[in-house]
């Protein structure tokens, strides 16, 4: 059995350093109430595919889908409140 090796370098290198950044990781912690808002939308949606939507159901759906947009917009009132360097006041 032959082996096959590679006889060219690998145009695109491989990261070292896969680990998000703080940076990275203070994004998401500040975005955390909007995915965790969504995912619980999306859990009341799934619950709807293979049943009829009861009173219950629909509710259940209006109030996640009032928490997305309240998480949404907290978020977006906090990323407008603050300024970067350089920037007009």
Do not use: C, H, Y
Not at 58 to 79: C, E, F, M, Y
């Amino acid at each position: 059995m032959k082996f096959i090796a590679a006889r060219q370098t690998r145009v695109t290198p491989f990261p070292v350093d896969l680990e998000p950044t703080d940076a990275e990781l203070d994004a998401i912690e500040v975005e955390l109430p909007l995915i965790l808002a969504e995912v619980d939308l999306l859990d009341a949606l799934i619950a709807m595919l293979d049943r009829p939507v009861s009173e219950f159901d629909a509710r259940r759906i209006r109030r996640a889908r009032n928490r997305v947009l309240a998480a949404r917009r907290d978020l977006t009132n906090r990323s407008a409140g603050t300024t970067a360097a350089g920037d007009a006041a």
